[in-house]
Protein backbone atom coordinates (compact mmCIF):
# COMPACT_ATOMS: atom_id res chain seq x y z
CA UNK A 1 0.00 0.00 0.00
CA UNK A 2 0.89 3.64 -0.59
CA UNK A 3 1.81 5.66 2.68
CA UNK A 4 4.11 8.32 4.11
CA UNK A 5 4.74 8.38 7.62
CA UNK A 6 6.20 11.55 9.75
CA UNK A 7 7.20 9.30 12.96
CA UNK A 8 7.67 12.52 14.85
CA UNK A 9 4.09 14.64 15.79
CA UNK A 10 5.99 17.54 17.76
CA UNK A 11 9.35 18.80 17.48
CA UNK A 12 10.85 21.50 19.54
CA UNK A 13 13.96 23.14 19.12
CA UNK A 14 16.07 26.10 20.01
CA UNK A 15 16.65 28.84 17.24
CA UNK A 16 20.29 28.73 15.78
CA UNK A 17 19.78 25.01 16.00
CA UNK A 18 20.06 21.91 12.88
CA UNK A 19 16.89 20.52 12.18
CA UNK A 20 16.13 17.12 10.36
CA UNK A 21 12.67 16.13 10.04
CA UNK A 22 12.03 12.41 9.16
CA UNK A 23 9.65 10.77 6.27
CA UNK A 24 9.19 7.48 5.44
CA UNK A 25 7.25 6.22 2.32
CA UNK A 26 6.07 2.79 1.00
CA UNK A 27 6.03 2.82 -2.62
CA UNK A 28 7.28 0.01 -5.12
CA UNK A 29 8.34 2.28 -7.94
CA UNK A 30 10.75 5.43 -7.48
CA UNK A 31 8.36 8.04 -5.77
CA UNK A 32 7.96 11.54 -6.90
CA UNK A 33 8.61 13.06 -3.18
CA UNK A 34 7.77 16.76 -1.68
CA UNK A 35 7.97 19.13 1.34
CA UNK A 36 5.44 21.39 2.02
CA UNK A 37 5.34 24.21 4.91
CA UNK A 38 2.12 25.18 6.42
CA UNK A 39 1.96 28.53 8.30
CA UNK A 40 -0.69 28.85 10.85
CA UNK A 41 -3.57 29.85 9.15
CA UNK A 42 -2.41 29.42 5.86
CA UNK A 43 -2.07 27.05 2.85
CA UNK A 44 0.60 24.81 2.24
CA UNK A 45 3.93 26.12 0.42
CA UNK A 46 5.94 23.69 -1.36
CA UNK A 47 9.14 23.50 0.01
CA UNK A 48 11.14 21.21 -1.92
CA UNK A 49 10.76 18.41 -4.49
CA UNK A 50 12.39 15.29 -5.37
CA UNK A 51 11.99 13.99 -9.38
CA UNK A 52 14.89 12.12 -10.48
CA UNK A 53 18.78 12.51 -10.55
CA UNK A 54 20.93 14.22 -7.61
CA UNK A 55 19.58 12.62 -3.89
CA UNK A 56 20.14 15.75 -2.41
CA UNK A 57 17.48 18.34 -2.77
CA UNK A 58 18.08 21.98 -2.50
CA UNK A 59 14.66 24.00 -1.69
CA UNK A 60 13.51 27.75 -0.39
CA UNK A 61 14.14 29.31 2.83
CA UNK A 62 17.65 27.05 3.25
CA UNK A 63 15.92 23.77 3.42
CA UNK A 64 17.39 20.87 2.06
CA UNK A 65 16.07 17.19 1.94
CA UNK A 66 18.34 13.87 1.00
CA UNK A 67 16.69 11.25 -0.69
CA UNK A 68 17.99 7.48 0.25
CA UNK A 69 16.19 4.89 -1.85
CA UNK A 70 17.87 2.09 0.69
CA UNK A 71 15.81 3.58 3.79
CA UNK A 72 13.02 4.27 2.25
CA UNK A 73 13.19 7.59 3.67
CA UNK A 74 13.54 11.63 2.60
CA UNK A 75 14.24 13.88 5.26
CA UNK A 76 14.37 17.50 5.56
CA UNK A 77 17.23 19.55 7.07
CA UNK A 78 18.16 23.18 7.86
CA UNK A 79 21.31 23.66 9.14
CA UNK A 80 20.29 26.82 11.37
CA UNK A 81 16.37 27.45 12.23
CA UNK A 82 15.27 30.41 12.56
CA UNK A 83 12.22 31.52 14.90
CA UNK A 84 9.94 32.22 11.64
CA UNK A 85 10.45 28.40 11.01
CA UNK A 86 7.90 27.54 13.23
CA UNK A 87 4.70 25.74 11.17
CA UNK A 88 3.50 22.51 10.19
CA UNK A 89 5.83 20.58 7.97
CA UNK A 90 4.03 17.43 5.46
CA UNK A 91 6.04 15.57 3.13
CA UNK A 92 3.84 13.79 0.36
CA UNK A 93 4.68 11.43 -2.51
CA UNK A 94 2.93 12.15 -5.98
CA UNK A 95 0.69 9.01 -7.51
CA UNK A 96 -1.51 9.68 -10.35
CA UNK A 97 -3.91 12.19 -10.17
CA UNK A 98 -3.18 12.77 -6.49
CA UNK A 99 -0.71 13.56 -3.70
CA UNK A 100 -0.57 11.33 -0.41
CA UNK A 101 0.24 13.23 2.44
CA UNK A 102 2.27 12.30 5.79
CA UNK A 103 -0.10 13.39 9.02
CA UNK A 104 2.63 16.22 9.55
CA UNK A 105 4.82 17.41 12.30
CA UNK A 106 4.71 20.61 13.94
CA UNK A 107 8.04 22.51 14.51
CA UNK A 108 8.44 24.99 17.73
CA UNK A 109 11.14 27.07 17.30
CA UNK A 110 12.56 28.14 21.45
CA UNK A 111 14.23 31.77 21.78
CA UNK B 1 -0.58 36.92 -9.19
CA UNK B 2 -3.98 35.59 -6.72
CA UNK B 3 -2.75 31.83 -7.39
CA UNK B 4 -5.64 29.75 -5.70
CA UNK B 5 -8.61 31.45 -3.83
CA UNK B 6 -11.25 30.09 -1.73
CA UNK B 7 -14.25 31.97 -0.59
CA UNK B 8 -15.46 31.93 2.27
CA UNK B 9 -12.35 31.67 4.61
CA UNK B 10 -15.10 30.80 7.31
CA UNK B 11 -18.45 29.47 7.62
CA UNK B 12 -20.85 28.07 10.12
CA UNK B 13 -23.55 25.99 9.61
CA UNK B 14 -26.44 24.07 11.36
CA UNK B 15 -26.48 20.35 11.03
CA UNK B 16 -28.63 19.65 7.61
CA UNK B 17 -27.89 23.13 5.79
CA UNK B 18 -26.05 23.15 2.59
CA UNK B 19 -23.45 25.30 0.97
CA UNK B 20 -20.85 25.51 -1.54
CA UNK B 21 -17.34 26.11 -1.29
CA UNK B 22 -16.27 28.19 -4.08
CA UNK B 23 -12.03 28.04 -5.73
CA UNK B 24 -11.05 29.87 -8.20
CA UNK B 25 -7.20 29.35 -9.74
CA UNK B 26 -5.33 32.27 -12.24
CA UNK B 27 -2.41 29.51 -13.03
CA UNK B 28 -4.22 27.83 -16.10
CA UNK B 29 -3.83 24.68 -14.33
CA UNK B 30 -5.63 21.86 -15.77
CA UNK B 31 -6.04 19.76 -12.88
CA UNK B 32 -7.74 20.89 -9.60
CA UNK B 33 -8.41 18.88 -6.04
CA UNK B 34 -10.36 19.09 -2.88
CA UNK B 35 -8.71 18.31 0.33
CA UNK B 36 -10.17 17.96 4.01
CA UNK B 37 -7.41 18.87 7.10
CA UNK B 38 -8.29 17.01 10.73
CA UNK B 39 -5.79 17.06 13.13
CA UNK B 40 -3.06 14.17 13.05
CA UNK B 41 -4.60 12.86 9.88
CA UNK B 42 -2.96 15.72 7.18
CA UNK B 43 -4.69 15.98 4.12
CA UNK B 44 -7.17 13.89 2.59
CA UNK B 45 -8.49 14.16 -1.06
CA UNK B 46 -12.09 14.74 -1.24
CA UNK B 47 -12.45 15.15 -5.22
CA UNK B 48 -10.59 15.85 -7.71
CA UNK B 49 -10.79 17.19 -11.36
CA UNK B 50 -8.12 16.05 -13.59
CA UNK B 51 -9.17 18.40 -16.42
CA UNK B 52 -12.12 20.98 -17.95
CA UNK B 53 -14.99 18.86 -17.56
CA UNK B 54 -14.07 15.69 -15.39
CA UNK B 55 -14.35 14.78 -11.95
CA UNK B 56 -13.28 12.31 -9.68
CA UNK B 57 -13.39 10.47 -6.35
CA UNK B 58 -10.61 11.00 -3.94
CA UNK B 59 -10.23 9.12 -0.53
CA UNK B 60 -12.84 10.25 1.31
CA UNK B 61 -15.74 11.70 -1.20
CA UNK B 62 -19.04 10.77 0.81
CA UNK B 63 -21.52 13.88 2.02
CA UNK B 64 -19.53 16.11 -1.49
CA UNK B 65 -20.36 16.76 -4.30
CA UNK B 66 -17.83 18.94 -6.95
CA UNK B 67 -18.32 21.16 -10.37
CA UNK B 68 -15.50 21.61 -12.35
CA UNK B 69 -17.40 25.07 -13.88
CA UNK B 70 -14.26 26.10 -16.10
CA UNK B 71 -10.83 25.47 -16.24
CA UNK B 72 -10.49 27.98 -13.48
CA UNK B 73 -13.14 26.84 -10.80
CA UNK B 74 -13.42 24.24 -9.39
CA UNK B 75 -16.66 24.26 -6.00
CA UNK B 76 -17.08 21.83 -3.60
CA UNK B 77 -20.90 21.34 -2.34
CA UNK B 78 -22.15 20.14 0.83
CA UNK B 79 -25.98 19.13 0.38
CA UNK B 80 -26.62 18.41 3.64
CA UNK B 81 -23.92 19.27 6.40
CA UNK B 82 -22.50 16.90 9.52
CA UNK B 83 -20.73 17.47 12.71
CA UNK B 84 -18.41 15.34 11.04
CA UNK B 85 -17.90 17.55 8.12
CA UNK B 86 -16.62 20.29 10.70
CA UNK B 87 -12.76 20.64 8.86
CA UNK B 88 -10.16 22.95 7.10
CA UNK B 89 -11.08 22.55 3.47
CA UNK B 90 -8.52 23.31 0.91
CA UNK B 91 -8.37 23.45 -2.95
CA UNK B 92 -4.88 23.03 -4.50
CA UNK B 93 -4.31 23.13 -8.39
CA UNK B 94 -1.38 21.73 -10.71
CA UNK B 95 -0.63 21.65 -14.39
CA UNK B 96 -1.25 18.22 -15.43
CA UNK B 97 -2.33 16.17 -13.04
CA UNK B 98 -1.92 12.54 -14.91
CA UNK B 99 1.28 12.27 -14.60
CA UNK B 100 2.95 11.87 -10.70
CA UNK B 101 4.95 14.11 -9.58
CA UNK B 102 3.33 17.46 -10.07
CA UNK B 103 3.43 19.85 -7.15
CA UNK B 104 0.37 21.75 -6.18
CA UNK B 105 -0.51 25.22 -5.59
CA UNK B 106 -3.02 25.70 -2.71
CA UNK B 107 -5.45 28.00 -1.26
CA UNK B 108 -5.59 29.62 2.40
CA UNK B 109 -8.64 27.38 3.45
CA UNK B 110 -12.24 27.48 4.25
CA UNK B 111 -13.03 26.96 8.20
CA UNK B 112 -15.78 25.08 8.71
CA UNK B 113 -17.51 24.49 11.62
CA UNK B 114 -20.90 22.37 11.50
CA UNK B 115 -23.14 22.97 14.75
Known amino acids: AQSVTQPDIHITVSEGASLELRCNYSYGATPYLFWYVQSPGQGLQLLLK??????LVQGIKGFEAEFKRSQSSFNLRKPSVHWSDAAEYFCAFGGYNKLIFGAGTRLAVHP | NAGVTQTPKFQVLKTGQSMTLQCAQDMNHNSMYWYRQDPGMGLRLIYY???????DKGEVPNGYNVSRLNKREFSLRLESAAPSQTSVYFC??????????????FGDGTRLSIL
Open chain 2, 92 to 105: ASSEEGRERGQPQH
Open chain 1, 50 to 55: YFSGDT
Open chain 2, 49 to 55: SASEGTT
